[in-house]
């Protein structure tokens, strides 16, 4: 049985819950192609995502040639099939935003995966991520293509339901994936009661490199760690808004801030406007080796989210034993339960977060290494990816051969 994953832009370094979930598929025996609608343009550290790349086909790679004849086939071969996802395209193309052209993009990269699909034998779609790469996905089926499923991560589907035909995707996907209990209440908003059973919670995981592992010692450094894209929904301007309301008090710390993004400038310059340039250090993307030991060097993650899913990062850390510090949106509080595997915040108030940075800083090591180790537990048991996996491959095997 093959499967094609369907995303964006793969592979990028904050999808490392993607690759994982692929890897996991393969062990089970499912031959998995790798398809992104455009190529990465992000640096790829990380050798696993070096690996990724090779392995994943660009649809805009093909060039405009090849989607012009791709466009022809499918108008002259099924011609039926093409004015009805032409006419599917025109109307999600209407609440988007967007326009109509971007739409007949889609609709061109649909035609496009409509000959890889049936070339590689593909016998089911999944999407991640229900925007434009879902978008893809179903105007395929509707030419004739597999059929397709989707994992809805948020925020974005939850900011921008109407825009996005989040419920036009649901009710004609075979089944759609919500990564926690909270993503799942999103989208039984958008379609009837008799669509909410193909609504499933897989949970996004972490591996073998981080489960299972012993902790290590926790450092006599105060160090803090924030990992992920330097971006306005991540809350790193609030973070170093927190970090110098810490310096005023005079409490000593470290805060490494890793990863990269759109907000980087802004972020640099506020690090020198609050005179925080010893305390505080961007320190660009690293591969999972890197997040590994930048965890295990640090004595607690903080992650002051505007908006989310639920972060991996924060089952990263967890299971390396690392308590920490979130904003208590969307599926966080999942995990960070205050003074078990961490401390919940109110988004937005960097009042509270250096309150919570500074306790955490001074907690002890006992009870540090205590919350890091119900921490690691909790996501043994509900973030595995293997475990994951193979509930994922159980709903594969599930809609493969079912009549559309």
């Not at 002259?76 to 009805?84: H, K, L």
């Not at 908003?189 to 919670?201: A, F, P, T, Y």
């Not at 450092?219 to 306005?232: D, K, Y």
Request: proline letters at 4%; one cysteine or more; glycine letters at 8%.
């Amino acid at each position: 049985m093959t499967i094609a994953y369907l995303v964006n832009q793969y592979p990028q370094p904050s999808h490392t819950f993607i690759r994982r979930e692929i890897r996991e598929l393969e062990k089970l025996g499912l031959q998995i192609r790798r398809y992104t609608l455009r190529k990465s343009t992000s640096r790829l550290s990380d050798p696993d995502d070096q690996a990724e790349h090779l392995q994943t086909r660009a649809v805009l790679s093909s060039g405009a040639g090849a989607m012009i004849i791709a466009v022809l086939s499918a108008l002259f071969t099924r011609p039926g099939a093409f004015f009805s996802s032409l006419a599917l395209a025109r109307r999600i193309a209407k609440p988007s935003g967007r326009g109509l052209l971007i739409h007949l993009i889609y609709l061109a990269e649909a035609c496009v995966l409509l000959g890889w699909t049936k070339r590689d034998n593909i016998a089911h779609v999944h999407a991640h991520f229900g925007t434009n790469s879902t978008a893809v996905a179903m105007l395929l089926s509707a030419l004739g293509g597999p059929g397709y499923s989707f994992t809805s991560h948020g925020p974005e589907e939850f900011d921008m339901p109407v825009s996005l035909s989040l419920g036009e995707k649901i009710r004609r996907s075979a089944f759609t994936v919500a990564i926690s209990g909270f993503g799942r209440s999103q989208l039984y908003r958008w379609v009837g009661h008799e669509h909410w059973d193909k609504i499933k919670i897989v949970r996004c995981g972490v591996d073998a490199g981080f489960l299972g592992q012993l902790p290590a010692p926790l450092p006599a450094t105060r160090r803090l760690v924030n990992i992920g894209r330097l971006s306005e929904q991540k809350g790193q301007l609030l973070l170093v808004e927190a970090a110098s309301i810490l310096q005023k008090r005079g409490v000593d710390f470290q805060l490494d801030i890793i990863g990269d993004g759109e907000l980087r400038p802004q972020i640099e310059s506020m690090i020198a406007r609050h005179q925080l340039q010893s305390q505080v250090h961007l320190l660009g993307f690293k591969s999972g080796a890197e997040v590994r030991l930048a965890l295990d060097e640090s004595r607690v993650m903080v992650l002051p989210s505007f908006a989310e899913g639920l972060p991996v990062v924060i089952m990263e850390s967890l299971s390396r034993h690392r308590p920490v510090i979130a904003t208590a949106v969307a599926g966080i509080p999942d995990l960070i339960r205050t003074n078990e595997t961490g401390w919940l915040i109110s988004a937005g108030d960097e009042n509270q977060l250096a309150d919570a940075m500074e306790r955490a800083i001074n907690t002890d090591d006992a009870t540090l290494a205590a919350m890091g180790a119900a921490g690691a537990r909790l996501v043994a048991q509900n973030h595995n990816a293997a475990t994951e996996a193979a509930g994922l491959a159980e709903l594969f095997n599930a809609v493969i051969g079912r009549p559309r």
